[in-house]
């Protein structure tokens, strides 16, 4: 196995996105007219819901199940939509900077004729306004394959957009590594066959992550000849396929 792509989740793991997030959220709920204020410990604990559609349905159903009959999924996903556009502005107005290491190593990869990729679970738009607002000119070109929110019928824990950008990237899992933030995405990655990395947000740092193929505070000191000896670790002790 020798390793040829690195896929990078986005919301916590590309920059610290989840605060713009939450942010967005309550400024929606406001804007609705609804006394609804996630705070942070709140969030902590929705951000195990992959997706803010998933999210807005899970605490409605849990924190407030009398109101969610009232609550079908279009007018969800109104309120959701003018969410991602609050968080859009934010980002096109504020910018939010990469995390540190992120961009060296892509260009490292990127040098060494790596293919890069990204698999979120939030929307294709957000990930454009970040490529356009936190990373160099021309950068969308920089990789191969990107799958998104639209393109998973389930969000992480679930494989499905690391299998989607899998197969756009026609690469198999076994001579990838993923880079996450977060429990559900490690699941959803280990569940897809990759071989993966962790680097711990700001909202993540106190989960497990069993399975990973190693833990760090960010990507600053890695260099790739570092990334391929895990890479090439992980495949001597992983079963046969
Ligand atoms: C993280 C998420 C996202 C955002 C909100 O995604 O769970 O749902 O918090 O995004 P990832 P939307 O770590 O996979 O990048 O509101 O746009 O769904």
Same mark, same amino acid.
């Given at each position: 196995m020798t390793l040829k792509a690195l896929i990078f989740d986005v919301?916590?793991?590309?920059?610290?996105t989840e605060e713009a997030h939450r942010a967005a959220f309550n400024d929606a709920f406001a804007a609705a007219g609804l006394d609804w204020r996630w705070d942070r410990e709140r969030y902590a604990e929705l951000?195990?819901?992959? /997706?803010g559609r998933e999210r807005l349905r899970h605490f409605i159903d849990n924190a407030m199940p009398a109101s %969610? $009959?009232?609550?079908d999924d279009e007018r969800i996903a109104t309120l959701h939509a003018d969410k991602t556009a609050r968080y859009q502005r934010m980002i096109a107005e504020d910018g939010l900077p990469l995390r540190p290491g992120v961009l060296r190593l892509m260009e490292e990869a990127r040098q060494a004729g790596l293919a890069l990729a990204l698999a979120t679970t939030t929307s294709r738009s957000n990930v454009d306004m970040l490529l356009t607002k936190? @990373?160099?000119?021309? !950068?969308? %070109?920089? @990789? %191969?394959a990107i799958a998104a /929110?639209?393109? !998973?019928?389930?969000?992480?824990? !679930? $494989?499905d957009v690391y299998e989607v950008v899998l197969e756009r990237l026609e690469?198999? !899992?076994?001579?990838c590594v993923a880079v996450e933030d977060a429990r559900i995405g490690l699941e959803a990655a280990v569940a897809a066959g990759l071989p993966t990395l962790v680097t711990p947000s700001t909202y993540t740092a106190g989960e497990e992550f069993d399975g990973a193929l190693a833990v760090l505070d960010?990507? %600053?000191?890695?260099?790739l000849d570092r990334l391929r000896a895990l890479h090439g670790a992980a495949g001597r002790t992983a079963p046969a396929p």
């Open positions: 919301d916590g793991t590309l920059a610290e951000l195990h819901v992959g /997706g %969610a $009959p009232q609550w936190s @990373f160099p000119d021309g !950068a969308r %070109a920089w @990789f %191969a /929110g639209e393109d !998973a019928t389930h969000k992480k824990p !679930a $494989p690469v198999p !899992a076994r001579d960010n990507l %600053a000191g890695l260099r």
